[in-house]
């Protein structure tokens, strides 16, 4: 079993920053890729960035130029830095991993996790 654990959330005003940490631990023998996702009121589920094992990133075009997402695999910590918010960046972000567990013995397996998400409001 893997858990994530997210903090970082918070208040914050227009325009200000925040940074979020999502740190996974538990059966991990690797880690593919990591990303933070939202969820704002009365919303689907969205996708803010992603960043591979590799350091590729991916952004939704609503984010691009203000948040960073950055991964230390030795800590297998997932990091967003969020610039310049406004107020439609008001969610609940969750963390997400894709893990692969397991050993040569017992064989691997596969398998997304969710952090259980941190709530960000961006308000004056």
């Known amino acids: 079993q893997v858990q994530l654990v997210e903090s970082g959330g918070g208040l914050v005003q227009p325009g200000g920053s925040l940074r979020l940490s999502c740190a996974a631990s538990g059966s991990i023998f690797s880690i593919n890729v990591m990303g933070w996702y939202r969820q704002a009121p009365g919303k689907q589920r969205e996708l803010v960035a992603t960043?591979?094992?590799?350091?590729?990133?991916n952004y939704a075009d609503s984010v691009k130029g203000r948040f960073t997402i950055s991964g230390d695999n030795a800590k297998n910590t997932v990091y967003l830095q969020m610039n310049s918010l406004k107020p439609e960046d008001t969610a609940v972000y969750y963390c997400?991993?894709?893990?692969?567990?397991?050993?040569?013995?017992?064989?691997?397996?596969?398998?997304?996790?969710w952090g259980q998400g941190t709530l960000v409001t961006v308000s004056s």
């Open positions: 997400n991993a894709g893990v692969t567990s397991g050993s040569d013995q017992s064989g691997y397996t596969y398998r997304v996790y």
């Open positions: 960043i591979t094992s590799g350091g590729s990133t």
